[in-house]
T-cell receptor, first 114, second 116 residues
């Protein structure tokens, strides 16, 4: 399977702390994306990092990508209660992939306590 | 507003009954996707379409059918052959083809289907 796998499955922190989630995948990729899902809602795209990039920032989000280890991390700095959600990584596949499809992991459930 | 709309939000189905979930997008996206999400699970791909009048099976297509008669619309029918249809269904779209493939996906708000 080319599915990404997030780690940890669940993360519970206090407001103001940083939250780090990791994603590992199995095959070479063109890009890796992170999505957020509030309970009972659709997914919202957060950030995309290409295979030739090592780090990317967007507001309080920082994503790193290590293609040699086939892994990525998502760091949310200064967490807020509103950051409580599930976070998913999604990968494409570099070669032989079905055009445009993404492979999702099971997600990390982040809970931020006030 | 541009976006992707799923309806209904909640759907109840009797056993043996077919039901159709609607998905419409006005983003002018070529690619559309249907995913199924079960508690504690990731998203599993049911069907996808890269262009009008063409679609492909995903990983769990059995018991489902789709059509893509218009670029904007990609309805999913859950048939009586689907033995365990209770789940949260998500539709997504993306620019999807050629050099613009593997760009971000836009998701609808989901349909929660329950068999009663």
């Amino acid at each position: 399977s080319q599915q990404g796998e997030e780690d940890p499955q669940a993360l519970s922190i206090q407001e103001g702390e940083n939250a780090t989630m990791n994603c590992s995948y199995k095959t070479s990729i063109n890009n890796l994306q992170w999505y957020r899902q509030n309970s009972g809602r659709g997914l919202v795209h957060l950030i995309l990092i290409r295979s030739n990039e090592r780090e990317k920032h967007s507001g309080r989000l920082r994503v790193t990508l290590d293609t040699s280890k086939k892994s990525s991390s998502l760091l949310i700095t200064a967490s807020r209660a509103a950051d409580t959600a599930s976070y998913f990584c999604a990968t494409d596949a570099d070669r032989g992939s079905t055009l445009g499809r993404l492979y999702f992991g099971r997600g990390t459930q982040l809970t931020v306590w006030p | 507003d541009g976006g992707i709309t799923q309806s209904p939000k909640y759907l109840f189905r009797k056993e043996g009954q077919n039901v159709t979930l609607s998905c419409e997008q006005n983003l002018n996206h070529d690619a559309m996707y249907w995913y199924r999400q079960d508690p504690g699970q990731g998203l599993r791909l049911i069907y996808y379409s890269q262009i009008v009048n063409d679609f492909q099976k995903g990983d769990i297509a059995e018991g489902y059918s789709v059509s893509r008669e218009k670029k904007e619309s990609f309805p999913l029918t859950v048939t009586s052959a689907q033995k365990n249809p209770t789940a949260f269904y998500l539709c997504a779209s993306s620019m999807g083809t050629g050099r613009r493939r593997n760009t971000e996906a836009f998701f609808g708000q989901g349909t929660r289907l329950t068999v009663v």
